[in-house]
């Protein structure tokens, strides 16, 4: 069984910064890419930011010059800086990993619980 396991969310003012962190923990041998996605009231949930396992990331357009993604390996954590934030980054922020279980040749992808971040103008 594996969980995954953010913090960091909260309240913040337009223009501030939040740092969310994500933990994967249990049975994992190796983790592929993790990343964060977000839903917002009433939206679908997209696509915030992703790092694959070498250390490539990929980004929305719409946080790319204002995010930074990084992960640690030797802790299977994954961490998203949130910088200049505007109103409408207003969500509840999911992070995921595609995980490897042992006896498994396969990945799988997990989701955390989530966590909510509110951006007041």
């Known amino acids: 069984q594996v969980q995954l396991v953010e913090s960091g969310g909260g309240l913040a003012q337009a223009g501030g910064s939040l740092r969310l962190s994500c933990a994967a923990s249990g049975s994992i041998v190796s983790v592929n890419v993790m990343g964060w996605y977000r839903q917002a009231p009433g939206k679908q949930r997209e696509l915030v930011a992703t790092?694959?396992?070498?250390?490539?990331?990929n980004y929305a357009d719409s946080v790319k010059d204002r995010c930074a993604i990084s992960r640690d390996n030797a802790k299977n954590t994954v961490h998203l800086q949130m910088n200049s934030l505007k109103p409408e980054d207003t969500g509840v922020y999911y992070c995921?990993?595609?995980?490897?279980?042992?006896?498994?040749?396969?990945?799988?992808?997990?989701w955390g619980q989530g966590t909510q971040v509110t951006v007041s103008s």
């Open positions: 995921y990993a595609q995980v490897r279980p042992p006896g498994s040749l396969y990945y799988y992808t997990t």
């Open positions: 790092v694959g396992s070498s250390g490539s990331t």
